[in-house]
């Protein structure tokens, strides 16, 4: 980046310095992704409860959810009839993948956008570049994720269990492809996902950050809004995934979701069973939880970046 950028004494964090080691990216991204996950996981449980439950008249089956209460209410019913911990369980999973995920996910994204954006455009508005960097990021951090992801929402839905065990159930009796039954899905869902939430990320801050200094509020406010939109936007292809995910457990008792080990098998089931709402399920936890989580994502990983580049000048 040309020195115009610049003003006298002002760390250009946005970038790492071209001498900085990849470690320094792949520790900024694994720091966000742990954040990201650890902090809203309680109400992605919630979400992954409501997606994958079957409704009959106002009550919904199992996982202690009834029809028309508000999150809150839902929370503390199932804290109560399971315990303090129970939205938590399978947070172990989710750090254990989220790390090494993120890591190559932003990783990948800062290398792909420095090969396809020359130093001296790199502040300028690139959409286009910026998207297929962010598609690029997704497809590989996804292939590491999605079989810690399948665990999670398996643990999600049967809270006794512990990680080795869900992962041995799977193993045994699906076989390893369970583990990628949803990778596709999650693909088609988070590449758009993502290739908005760097657009948006990136739009939003150069309009409101033009001098691309270091501010935390900022970073938060367009995560936030960036993780807002791209969440409301996928819902749909998320209550699919869900339905891959979670079609072995032992929650799940209709035969045409049991089934449904394709995009178009649990698109149908979807259909089917809950009609066109049933592709918009969990749409509020959803956004709840990925506001936050994106703002929180995007924080982080500014923040380490300038943590790394003010510590290695």
Same mark, same amino acid.
């Given at each position: ?44 449980? /919630?979400?992954?409860? =409501?997606?994958? %439950? @079957?409704?009959?008249?106002? +009550?919904?089956? *199992? &996982? ?16 109560s009839a399971e315990g303090s911990f129970a939205l938590w369980k399978g947070v172990q999973s989710v750090i254990l993948g989220a790390g090494p995920a993120h890591a ?82 999650? /693909?088609?869902?988070? =590449?758009?996902? %993502? @290739?908005?939430?760097?657009? +948006?990320?990136? *739009? &939003? ?109």
């Open positions: 980046m040309s020195d115009s950028h610049l003003h006298d004494g002002d760390v250009d964090y946005e970038s790492l310095p071209p001498n900085s080691p990849l470690y320094h990216q792949l520790l900024a991204g694994a720091f966000a992704g742990i954040m990201e996950h650890s902090v809203m996981f309680p109400i992605d449980a /919630l979400k992954t409860r =409501i997606q994958s %439950t @079957a409704t009959i008249g106002n +009550i919904t089956k *199992s &996982s202690n959810l009834k029809k028309g209460t508000g999150l809150l209410s839902q929370i503390a019913k199932i804290s190559v996910y932003f990783g990948t994204y800062e290398i792909c956008k420095k090969k396809l954006i020359k130093e001296e455009d790199l502040f300028t508005y690139q959409p286009l570049k910026t998207a297929l960097s962010g598609a690029a990021a997704t497809t590989a951090s996804d292939a590491l994720m999605n079989p810690f992801d399948t665990i999670k929402q398996r643990m999600q839905l049967n809270p006794q269990a512990k990680v080795w065990q869900i992962a041995n159930t799977i193993y045994k009796t699906e076989g390893f492809k369970a583990f990628y039954y949803s990778y596709p899905t999650t /693909l088609a869902m988070n =590449i758009p996902f %993502t @290739a908005l939430n760097f657009v +948006i990320y990136e *739009s &939003s801050t150069n309009f409101l950050n033009p001098t691309h200094s270091y501010n935390p509020f900022i970073h938060c406010i367009c995560g936030g809004l960036s993780g807002t939109l791209c969440a409301a936007i996928t819902t749909p292809l998320d209550c699919i995934k869900t339905v891959l995910q979670v079609r072995g457990s032992d929650t799940v008792t209709l035969p045409i979701l049991k089934q449904a080990d394709t995009f178009k098998k649990a698109t149908n089931a979807l259909l089917q069973v809950y009609g066109w709402r049933g592709f918009w399920r969990g749409l509020k936890p959803r956004i709840i939880a990925t506001m936050p989580a994106t703002a929180i994502s995007w924080t982080a990983y500014e923040c380490a970046k300038h943590f790394l580049t003010t510590t290695t000048l």
